[in-house]
Nanobody
Framework: QVQLVESGGGLVQAGGSLRLSCAAS????????MAWFRRPPGRERGLVAA????????YYADSVKGRFTISRDNAKNTVYLQMNSLEAEDTAIYYC????????????????WGRGTQVSVSS
């Protein structure tokens, strides 16, 4: 069982930045692909960004390309999401997810999920 704990959410003005973190409780963190999803108000959860187990490959949804950066530190069992140039449309609950897979997974069948952290962007 892997526990994921997100942090770093909050309220920010449009154009601002936030950095989300997700700490994982597993000794084999480097064997898990990681991802960030988000659920905007009244909408379905969708994939924002994903990163392979060794950090070499990344994926971004079109809506966040050039603004968000996913990274990981396997020594700290942590994945990050740096969010710049935030827009009101980025307002959502952001979830961290893990899957025991070396390559990037673009689906929703992740095995483990965090409880989420709220990001609110005021316009």
């Amino acid at each position: 069982q892997v526990q994921l704990v997100e942090s770093g959410g909050g309220l920010v003005q449009a154009g601002g930045s936030l950095r989300l973190s997700c700490a994982a409780s597993t000794r084999t963190y480097s064997t898990y692909g990681m991802a960030w999803f988000r659920r905007p108000p009244g909408r379905e959860r969708g994939l924002v960004a994903a990163i392979s187990a060794n950090g070499a490959d990344t994926y971004y949804a079109d809506s966040v390309k050039g603004r968000f950066t996913i990274s990981r530190d396997n020594a700290k069992n942590t994945v990050y999401l740096q969010m710049n140039s935030l827009e009101a449309e980025d307002t959502a609950i952001y979830y961290c997810a893990a899957k025991k897979k070396f390559t990037i997974d673009l689906g929703i069948s992740y095995e483990y999920w965090g409880r989420g952290t709220q990001v609110s962007v005021s316009s």
